[in-house]
């Protein structure tokens, strides 16, 4: 299954979700046929990549990196944005999911926590050029084994097993 495929079949799933769970979207897309990776991906990566190529042009300042974090929130590492592929096509198939209605893009534009803090500022009075967005956090799940650049600029360091004191 190739990305764009991916997003194509979890388009009808986002519109489907009314209720605002990412553990509920997640099995809802695995159960649509994502594998449970890409499922992770998808939640994480297409709601901000549609939101953003909704508010393009507004001169709100976005980070170009996100941050990955356990839950405890130690932070793993950072990564570019441009390199992940489900940002990078959830940015190209933007117009196409906006001509399959602005109710269709909403459902996923609106997942996005960036997009809600925006819409919170924007109606609170400010004004679109004087915002500055912190980079996206993610939050990396226990099967999340993906490799980060360290955050110092040096290579993540990998944890000892508690188990494991004599290296």
Excluded at 15 to 26: P, T
Excluded at 46 to 51: E, M, R
Excluded at 104 to 124: C, L, P, R, V
Aim: some cysteine.
């Amino acid at each position: 299954m190739t990305v764009r495929e991916a997003i194509l079949k979890a388009v009808p799933v986002f519109v489907a979700q009314s209720q605002r769970d990412e553990y509920a979207l997640r099995r809802k897309l695995v159960e649509s046929g994502i594998p449970a990776s890409l499922a992770a991906e998808i939640v994480e990566f297409v709601p901000l990549a549609t939101a953003r190529a909704l508010l393009d042009g507004m001169g709100i300042q976005f980070a170009d990196y996100y941050i990955r974090q356990t839950s405890q929130g130690r932070v793993i590492g950072q990564k570019a944005l441009a390199d992940e592929p489900l940002y990078r096509e959830g940015l190209a198939m933007a117009d196409e999911i906006v001509r399959m209605g602005q109710d269709t893009f909403m459902a996923i534009a609106g997942w996005s926590h960036e997009y809600q803090q925006i819409n919170i500022a924007m109606n609170s009075g400010s004004k679109p050029g004087d915002l500055r967005c912190s980079p996206p956090v993610m939050i990396a799940n226990n099967e999340d084994r993906r490799e980060f650049d360290d955050t110092s600029s040096g290579t993540q360091q990998k944890e000892k097993g508690w188990w494991q004191f004599w290296k």
